[in-house]
Each structure stands twice: as C-alpha cells, then as structure tokens.
C-alpha cells in the first residue's frame, strides 16, 4: 500500500520539480538545453530580434571586421553576420526538426510494424533497411540531392531519408522485446486490432528511447544540412543558412575576413553540441539503469 | 660633366642594348619537356563534343587534343583579327566579291591513329558543324549562316563559299570549338565524339576519368615543328574554387585557364609573390537574366521590363568588381568594341537608367498593371561559383526592392545545360561567352531559338531576325552600327528578351615557371597548350 501511496506522488510530482531534478542532476545537458532554447528563440523571433535585413546587400559595408554597427562584421554583400546567423537558426532548426520528426516517425511506424507483423514482413522491411543503411547519411542524403535537387523542402527529404534506417533499426529492437510480454498476447487474444496493438500497447513502450533518438536526430539532421549547404548542395543563396555562409566566407576570405566562417562555423558546433549534450542527458534521465546510479 | 655624362649615356645605352639583345634571347630559351598541371573550374561536361557544346568545361578538356582549320595568333591572343593556319598553310586571300575562300591544307598531318588527315576531313567537319544532318546537334551553326557550301575538290584543298561577303566570317572560321573530325566516324557515328577522343592536335589522348581528370601526351607527329614543348598534361577538375586556389598556392597545379577572382588573385599574390604571375584582360563573357517566355507571367513583356528595371548596373558594377569576376556595364556587345552602345546610348535602354528610385517605381507599376504584384519565381542558375553566383545574389537582392521574391535553384553543369535546353525553368541565370570579338556574330545569342539554338528565352520573334540580318549583310561600318543600335534596342529595351548583367573582368593567375602563354579576352581561345613550355 505504502509503495503504491509512493509511485502516485512521484508520477504526480510538477513539471517544476521534474525540471529542477533534472537540472540538478544533470548540469552538461541543462546547458545543452539551454544553447538549444536560445536557438530555438533566435530562430523564432528572427524579424524582432535580428538588426539588419539578412539578404539586403549593403556595398557600402563590404567585408567590414565586428564593429558596434556590426557586432559580428559583415560578408563580401556587406551583409549583417549576426543577422544572418539569427535567421540561420531558424533554417537550421526548421530543417533539423522537420527531418528528425519526419524521419523518426517513419522509422518508428516501420520498427514497431516489422517488430510486431515479423515474418516476412520483418524479413523484407529489415533487408531494406540495410540497404539504406550501407550508406553513410551524407552520402545518401547527397544522392537523393543530386536526383531531386537542391532546395529547402528536397534537403529536408535528403536528410529525412537516411534517418529513416537508423530509427527504425533501434525502434525493432525495443519493440521485438515488448512483443513478446504477456499484456500483448492478452490484447491479441482479447481480438484488439492490429492498429490498436500498436499504438496503444507497443509504441508508448518505445517512446523513451524515440525521444533520446530524435534529439541526437535534430544535430545530425542541422550538421548534415550544413555539409549539404557547404558543398553547395543545400540550400541556396539568398536563405541564411550556416553551411551556406561557410561555402561563401570560408573558401575566399579565410585570410582576410576570417569572421565570415568563424562566426556561423561557431553557430553550427554551438548548436550541435547543445543538441548532442540535452540528448546524453536525456538518455541518462530515462534510462531506469542509468537513473539509479 | 660633359664628359663624365657622356660615359654615363653610353655605359647605359650598352646595357639597355644588352638587356634588348638578351630578352629574346631568354625568350628563346624554352625548355622541353614536363608535365602541365592545371585545373579545369566545373564539373563534368555534358559531352566532349566540340560541336555540339558550348561550355569552357569541353573546351578545356578536350582542345589541346585536337586541330582547327586556322586559330587566333598564340602570340598576339588579344588581337580580335590577327589569325593565323592551324591546318591550312597560308591564310587565303577571298575571291567572288568576298565570297569565296579557298584554303590549302597541310600535307603529312595525321590523327592520332596514324591515318592521314586531308581536306575531306576538314569539309565534312565544318559541313557539320555549318549545315548539321538531322540528329546532329551544332551549337555554331548559327555562326556560319553566311556560309553557303564547303567543298573538298582534292585532299589539299578547302574552299567555302559564302551567301554574302561579310567582315564576321573569318573571326566565326577561327572558332575555337571546330574541332577537326574524322570524316569515316562521323558518317558512321556523328555520335562518338560526344564520348571518345580522336584528334590530330598537339597532345595524344590518354584517359579521361569522368568530372574528375583528363590526361594527355605529347604527340610526337605534330606538324608545328618542334610543338609542343610540354610532354603531357594533366587537367583536373574543381568547380569549387578554394580547391583550385588551394591547387595553385600548393603547386599541386600551375593555373585555371578560366580566370580567379579578384581576392584570389590578392591571396595569391600576397602569399606567393613572385612566384605567381598575373595576366589580366576584359573578358568576352557577360551574364544574362533569360526570362523564360514560354513561362507565365514571363510572357508579358511588362515583367521582363520591369524586372529589368528593378536593376541598378551603374552601383553594382563597381561593387561587385571586388569580389566577383565583372567589371563593366554594357549593352549587347562587348563594351569598347566600335560596334558598343556608348554610355549615353547605353542609358537610353530600359534597366540602364540613372534614376534607380524612379525606375524601380514603375517597375512596381508595370508589376500591377501586369497582375503580378507579389511575384515570386525560382532563379535557375549553374553551379558555378563565379561570377554567376555572385550576379545571381546581387539580382535577387535588386528584385527584392521591387517586392519580387526570388528563389534560386543551382544544379551541376549537365543538368544546367538540359534545363535549359528542356525550358524547364522561369528566369535562368546564363551566359553570352564568345571566343572571338566579332560583335555581329556574338549578339546572335538573343536570335530565337530557331535560328540561334543556344537562346533558351522560349520566343519567337521575326522582327529582331529581320533586324538582325540587315546589319550581318551591312559593309559600311556607319551603317552597320546604326544598325546595331536598333538591334539592340529592339531586343533590350523593346521586347527586353534579357537582363544584361555586368560584363567579366579576365584575370588569370598562373605559376611563374608556366611560360609561353598569353591571356586574350575569352576562355576559350589559346588553350591547345602546344606554346606553353615550363621553366622548372
């Protein structure tokens, strides 16, 4: 009676407390979190926030070192950089999150459908999924480039893509354990449908590690769509987007303008690691193994 | 004092005699042998067909393996009428009233299988490339509309006839792309020089590892005597220019026969002093903004007005010369040419005004007027650093003040050339480079497809055919550029088939022991590497 008295009280505990212990307990990912809040909140209030129009060329501010009207210079447009970088966030986020969500969503429909269909099903969904998985996602993500083109929407699937594998691959393993639990044959006995299995019974089962999954997804998905972009295959001028600034400031003015890629090279690590960091700490925090020690 | 100055003169006029005396004697000093590395700033070509293409990323692979019947002086490369045999063995004097030119070909020249190449060769190579068979696409025929008929009467001689006397024939005969075939494969397979090499030029071909290299050897049967001084040669390709600039700073290659930017060359120079020369020339290439016509709202004509008015060259001219490979505002014709809208002319022209607010505001009206207020298009563009990159941001950007929203799709040189030829585009970012100054041939590119089939502007239109015949049949040089200037009017200002952009600023930073070459005014010319010797 006592520990039932004690797991309501927990599952009840505020999402104050829940935030608090988790700050407490893991300080790397706080930090994590907060660099990806900060993006977050860049990208979101990009037009409030940013100081110049990013696309606007000004020649009269052309390759200008940080200054108080520019805090971080101004590219060979003479173009704002922290403008520019602002409004970067927001494509970098949009990318990473739309790719991470589409890709992982998918991947977990076809995990938890191969894990609980198995058979055939399994044997030939899985065999696909090496297949895709013999590529490394930038290579995958450029051979769907090259045959799509270049563009927003065609990098996202790029890089939605090849993240597909990756999920569903994870997703299978959990989901090939809980398949085999009593409550499953209860449900399938009980005549639930297949759908109602799935979603009702398997999926929340398999949802800690999708979480931990999609937040390593997001860096991936912004650091690949930065590799896209440098190799001027991503997104194109005149987007903000933090590869694409590299592309331009990183070949030519290495020397002589050093902030061009500084700067938006800064914004890509910066973020990756906040993204990579939340996501450790989010793994540590769910894991039951990991949470005891 | 007398004296003492009078040594001094003459101790000076001794050395500058020396100096005189030894300059081309150095001059003459050319050393043998080597292995040229430079870099070719694209990516794969669609063909290595000389005939057919258009694009330097042929021409710079394929050129020093194969012939042309006469070619620039690689001497005097900047001369837009110094030309001199290749094949033939004296430049030929015309008869019939300048319409007839009959060439004598060399004897003993072979293709790089050893069998002989005669007259016959080169008439069916220029009967393609003037009056292709069906099926066989010539990218210059549009060049040669003055050519009649090409005929071989025996193996050493070449005689064209023309449909009239024109100045443009001999610069459009020097064309660096007419390749000379072998007339046996192109009966056979007009097909195969898209992807096999057999020429008869300076270097044998060795290899070609798709977008990636393109190797040559020494011919030992070249008929320049004692041409060429290189023993291969090694291009390689980068459409990314930092690799190319790396390459050079590196010395992993000597130089881009294309041209750097001006920050590169900085860089270059700064970091390499002497051991990097620097060859600069105005450039026969230009940029343009081609509304396709075939797309809505493109074929109104009061949106390509007004998308060209939105434009300011007067401030993006100088601006972008500092980063980009442009330089000068001009009109259809290569700005400086006797036949070039002067700037007072140039202004008369819709998008080169010198009151930017006010054009830019009845670009908005000419927007409304037209139903398309709020625009928004995709710019296609190749994926090609520069300048077309650059032109493409700073247009953008100058639309944008018109409220126009311009997304800009890249893709590699193939798939560039097939959208355009495909049509599958709304506003192309493409390209006037021609070989040769020769005005009257060069501003044939906004012909309608039909008679010029590299214009990709999806019109038709017989008055600027009309307009342009009259001044190709035009000999008096008063006349003819009245005429141009209605042409150019025309097709600008009145129909605005369109955008010119800045014209290109030509600098070319090589190796200092890459000797025995010349910059000209175009990419294309110069470049069968047979002059080039290394000073290692």
Known sequence: MTAVTDDTIAVRRSWHDAALGFCRRQPLGTFG?????????????????????????????????????????????????????IYGARTALIIGFVSA???????????????????????????VMDVLMAFPLIIMALAVVAIFGTGVQNVIAAITVPLIPRCARVIRASALSI??????????????SHARIILRHMVPNVVAPFLIMLTAFVGQAILAEASLSYLGLGVQEPTPAWGLM??????????????????PGLAIALTVFGFSLFGDALRDAIDPKLRER | MTTRTGWLSAGLSIALASALIATPAMAQAIKK?????????????????????????????????????????PDNPSSSTDFVCDLCTEMPKPTDDGKTYTFKIRKGVKFHDGTPLTAADIAKSWQYIVHPPKGVSSARASYMVMVDSVESPDPETVVFKLKFATSAFLPALADPFAYIYKKDILEKDPAWYEKNVL?????????????????????????????????????????????????????????EFRGVPPSARDELVKELGDKITVQTSDWNCVNLLTPNQKKKPFDDVRVRRALALAIDPWKGAPALSKIATVHTVGGLVFPGSPLAANKEELQKIVGFGTDIEKARAEARKLLKEAGAEGLKFELMNRNVDQPYKFVATWAIDEWSKIGVKVTQRVLPTGPFYEALRGGTFEVAVEFNCQNMVNPLLDVAKVLPRSVYPENYGGYEDPKLIELYNSMLKETDPAKQRAKMRDFET??????????????????????????????????YLNLNLANIWLDK
Do not use: C
């Not at chain 1, 900060?38 to 200054?67: C, K």
């Not at chain 2, 870099?39 to 694009?55: Q, R, V, W």
């Not at chain 2, 044998?204 to 023993?231: A, C």
């Open chain 2, 33 to 73: 042998g080597g292995t040229l590395t430079y870099m070719i700033p694209a990516d794969a070509p669609p063909s290595l067909d000389g005939h057919k293409e258009n694009t330097f990323a042929t021409l710079h692979a394929t050129a020093p393996f194969y012939s042309t019947l006469i070619s620039i002086n």
């Open chain 1, 179 to 192: 398949r085999e639990v009593p409550y499953i044959d209860a449900a399938r006995t009980s005549g639930f």
């Open chain 1, 101 to 127: 969500f589409v890709g992982g969503f998918a991947g977990l429909v076809l995990g938890v459908g191969s894990a609980y269909f198995g058979g055939t099903t399994d044997l030939i969904l899985q065999r």
């Open chain 2, 199 to 255: 020429g008869s030029g300076p270097f044998k071909f060795v290899e070609y590892e798709t977008g990636q290299s393109v190797k040559g050897v020494r011919n030992p049967d070249y008929y320049h005597e004692g041409k060429p001084y290189l023993d291969g040669f090694t291009a390689i390709f980068a459409a990314k220019q930092s690799v190319r600039v790396d390459a050079i700073r590196a010395d992993r290659a000597a130089t």
């Open chain 1, 33 to 85: 979190l907060a660099i990806v809040v900060i993006a977050a909140l860049a990208g979101l209030s990009a037009e409030w926030i940013a100081p110049y129009n990013p696309t606007s060329n000004d020649f009269e501010a052309m390759t200008q070192p940080p200054s108080l009207a520019h805090w971080l210079g101004t590219d060979q447009f003479g173009r704002d950089l922290l403008s520019r970088i």
């Open chain 2, 490 to 523: 025309y097709a600008l200002d009145t129909q605005v088939v369109t955008i010119m952009t800045p014209w290109w600023s030509r600098i070319i930073a090589h190796r200092s022991y890459m000797k025995g070459w010349k910059i000209s005014p175009s990419h």
């Open chain 1, 246 to 263: 590299l592309q331009g400031g990183a070949e030519e003015y290495a020397s002589t303008a050093p902030w061009i890629a500084v700067f």
